[in-house]
């Protein structure tokens, strides 16, 4: 069964750091993008960054950017969010998905999210 | 900054038909863009429903259909149930490595 498990989360005071991380099995990791995607409490979805296999190429939300690093062990099948300089702003369930072209684009599966609440 | 636009908010009545869009700011949806469409209901992760514009991902009932509707990808429940109830997503390739949600759709069946 093809399944991804984020942890990491938790609570955090602002201007702090946390990192996240997502536990792949039941698929060839290293052959597929990787991508975060947050939901902020009661409201949408929004990708957040995205890491090729071999993490030769990284996107971001331009809110994002200089503050998360993504970063991917293929040894160890895991993909990681490393947030730094959080803001309230952050607050959200954080999924991992795996975007998959196969047949067309689309992000499936998903995790079931881990919450990251910034707040003082 | 690109905005991919969604309705807020629909209703349908059980057994009905409602047809959701995805557009964008500026411009027109297009293969390119590769939209795919995602259910979520409260508390559980989003689910897959159709990619590629109008293919559905497994398991997906076939009420749901995805088509282009003028210069928007669209997303057709035929015969809506009780549980179609959720908030409904889509998702486009903007370039450059970026993807962007739309805002949502809550769609109620009453």
């Known amino acids: 069964e093809v399944q991804l498990v984020e942890s990491g989360g938790g609570l955090v005071q602002p201007g702090g750091s946390l990192r996240l991380s997502c536990a792949a099995s039941g698929f060839t990791f290293s052959n597929y993008w990787m991508s975060w995607v947050r939901q902020a409490p009661g409201k949408g979805l929004e990708w957040v960054a995205n890491?090729?296999?071999?993490?030769?190429?990284?996107y971001y939300v331009d809110s994002v950017k200089g503050r998360f690093t993504i970063s991917r062990d293929n040894a160890k099948n895991s993909l990681y969010l490393q947030m730094n300089s959080l803001r309230v702003e952050d607050t959200a369930v954080y999924y991992c998905a795996r975007p998959t072209s196969s047949g067309g684009w689309r992000f499936d599966p998903w995790g079931q999210g881990t919450l990251v609440t910034v707040s003082s | 900054q690109t905005v991919v636009t969604q309705e807020p908010s629909f209703s349908v009545s059980p057994g009905g038909t409602v047809t959701l869009t995805c557009g964008l700011s500026?411009?027109?949806?297009?293969?390119?863009?590769?939209p795919s469409w995602y259910q979520q209901t409260p508390g559980q992760a989003p689910r897959t429903l159709i990619y590629s514009t109008n293919t559905r991902s497994s398991g997906v009932p076939d009420r749901f259909s995805g088509s282009t509707l003028g210069n928007k990808a669209a997303l057709t429940i035929t015969g809506a149930q009780a549980d179609d109830e959720s908030d409904y997503y889509c998702v486009l390739y903007v370039g450059s490595g970026i993807w962007v949600f739309g805002g949502g759709t809550k769609l109620t069946v009453l």
């Open positions: 890491i090729k296999q071999d993490g030769s190429e990284k």
């Open positions: 500026s411009g027109s949806v297009s293969t390119s863009h590769y």
